[in-house]
Every structure is written in structure tokens, then in C-alpha cells.
């Protein structure tokens, strides 16, 4: 994902900035802990689509 769409992007729930997971192709935000995929190379920012972050998935890059 191109950094100017990542910096753009932010979590629909906190407002707050978003990690990508390019091996699990999904966005992360840390602040509440949720998960948000990328589905076609297109960030699915819907709060009813979140996943609940699992710290052992999450890879720091």
C-alpha cells in the first residue's frame, strides 16, 4: 500500500493512525485494538468488520 493512502487512512472508530500488515494484508489500529482487512488492495474501514487484534498475529515491521 502506497504510504500517501496509509497516511490518509485512519481508524473509524478512534480517528487514530493505522499499521500495515503487508504479509496479512490488514490494517491495524493499536489504540483500540482492532483489525481491519484489505480486501482487492482496498481497506475495509467498516467498525462492523473489525476484528479484535490478537497480539500473537501482529508482526512489527
Known sequence: MKDILL?????????????????????ICHTDNLVYTVKDNIPVLLDCEAKPLNQSECIQE
Open 7 to 27: 497516511n490518509a487512512l485512519a481508524c473509524p472508530k478512534c480517528h487514530g493512525q493505522l499499521q500495515y500488515n503487508a504479509t496479512n494484508q490488514q490494517l
